[in-house]
C-alpha cells in the first residue's frame, strides 16, 4: 500500500502546501486529520482546481476545499470487497481506518489493478512555423527545436508515455520528414504513432487538422499543442473531465494584469475609493484539451478552424465544455526568452538523473 504518512495534512495548511503534498505523494491525494490522526476529509487534484474556479486563493485553508464524506474503508473489511468497491464506484483511492476513524492506510485502485494503458488517443499540433523563433526554426520545425539536447516534442511524448498513453497522432507541415524521421513509427518510444499532413499552403489551424483523423476516436482524446512542456497530470485532466460529463474541456492558466496606477471608483460622480495598483486575474487557454468523439465530430472537413471556435460552438449550442485550471508547471515556447527559460528549467522540472545533460 502506499506510505500513508506523505499524504497527511492539517485542516489549517494552506492549499498550496495540499497541492505539494499531492504531487509528492504516489497515491495523488491528501488526507486531512485532525491532532488524533482521525479522518476529517479527503483532497484531490480535482477539488483543488474546483475550489480555485470558485474563487478560492492557495493561501486558504485545506478544509475550504476537502470533500468531508469521502469514501472509506476499514481495517476488518475483506481487501476483495475494498477494491470492489473502488472499481464500482472508479474510486482511485480510499483511506483504511481503525475503529477509532483515525487513517492507518491508504489503497489505490492502481496498485489494486495494476492499471493497463490508457486508449485514450493523443492528438499533437506540430505543424507551426514558429515565426518568433527565427532564425532557429528557418531550418526546424518549432516542436523539434531541442531543450537540454532533446526535442520539445521528444520531451511531450515521452512524458505522455510514462503516464500511459501510447496511442499518438501528431500534425504535420511544415518541414514535416524532420518530424517523421525523428520519431517513426514511435515504436522506440514504446508508442504507435501516426501523421496527419495538412497541405503546407493551407494550414488548418489549431483544431483544423483533427478532421484529417483516418478515423474516427473511439475514447476520450487528448489535444495539445507541440510546443508545450508541462508536467500536467494528464489522468487527472481525464478523470477531471469524466467526473463533469464533459463534451470538451480546456485546460486554463491564470494570468495577473496590475494596473501600473491608483484606479479611482466612482458612485455616481462621487468619489468612493482609490485602489491603488490593482490585479486583475483571468484564466487564459493554455493549449491542452480533451475531447469526446462527437466534439471531434464537429470540426469541418479541410476548412482552417481554430480551437476557441469549436469551444464557442459547443458553448452556442448549449453542450457542455468545461475547464480545467492548471496547477502544475507549464510554459508555452513561443519565444526566445521561453526557449531559453524551458532549457533553465528542464534540470529542476524533468530530469530524473537518468539520462545525459548536454554541456
Partial sequence: MSNVQETLVAPTASIKDVIETIERAVAKVALVVDGNGRLLGTVTDGDVRRGLLKGLQITDAASAIMNNKPRVAHASDDPAAIVDMMRRNICRQVPILDSEGRVIALRTLEEALQVPRRANPVFLMAGGRG???????????KPMLRIAGRPILQIIVENMVQQGFNDFYISVNYKRDLVRQHFGDG???????????EEESSPLGT???LSLIPEKPKHSMIV????ILTKVAFGSLLD???EHGSEATMCVRDYFVQVPYGVVELDDYRLSEIVEKPVHRFLVNAGIYVLEPAAVELVPSGATYDMPALFERLARERRFASVFPITEYWLDIGRMDDLNKANDDYVREFWTGEEHLPE
Fill in 131 to 141: 515565426q518568433r523563433l527565427r532564425p532557429l526554426t528557418d531550418d526546424c520545425p
Fill in 187 to 197: 515504436s522506440a518510444w514504446g508508442a504507435r504513432i501516426r501523421y496527419v499532413e
Fill in 207 to 209: 483544431a483544423g487538422a
Fill in 224 to 227: 495539445m499543442n507541440g510546443d
Fill in 240 to 242: 477531471f473531465h469524466h
